[in-house]
């Protein structure tokens, strides 16, 4: 089992950047690809981006393309998420997840979650 905690949340004006960490414990994170996704207040939770276990391959959805890169460092067990050109509408809880299946761009294809980090983008 591995437990995941996020950081590197904040208050950022539109346009600007954060990274956000993820941190691993328990089973080392090579063992998983690994996903970020987020939840707006009254939405779904929804897939931002998915890598595989080395980090030679990853995936966006549309809407961050261009923006927003994952990276992982099995080494120091934690995955990152640079989000770049932020926008009001990129506010949300920002949650990683381990894989436990190949449904990498589905809330039910991960088996373990943190606890979330609020990101606000203000206007």
């Known amino acids: 089992q591995v437990q995941l905690v996020e950081s590197g949340g904040g208050v950022v004006q539109a346009g600007g950047s954060l990274r956000l960490s993820c941190a691993a414990s328990g089973r080392t994170l090579s063992d998983y690809a690994m996903g970020w996704f987020r939840q707006a207040p009254g939405k779904e939770r929804e897939f931002v981006a998915t890598?595989?276990?080395?980090?030679?391959?990853?995936y966006y959805t549309d809407s961050v393309k261009g923006r927003f890169t994952i990276s992982r460092d099995n080494a120091k067990n934690t995955v990152y998420l640079q989000i770049n050109s932020l926008k009001p509408e990129d506010t949300a809880v920002y949650y990683c997840?381990?894989?436990?299946?190949?449904?990498?761009?589905?809330?039910?294809?991960?088996?373990?979650w943190g606890q979330g980090t609020q990101v606000t983008v203000s206007s």
């Open positions: 890598i595989n276990k080395s980090g030679g391959s990853t």
């Open positions: 997840a381990a894989a436990i299946s190949l449904l990498l761009t589905s809330v039910k294809g991960y088996g373990y």
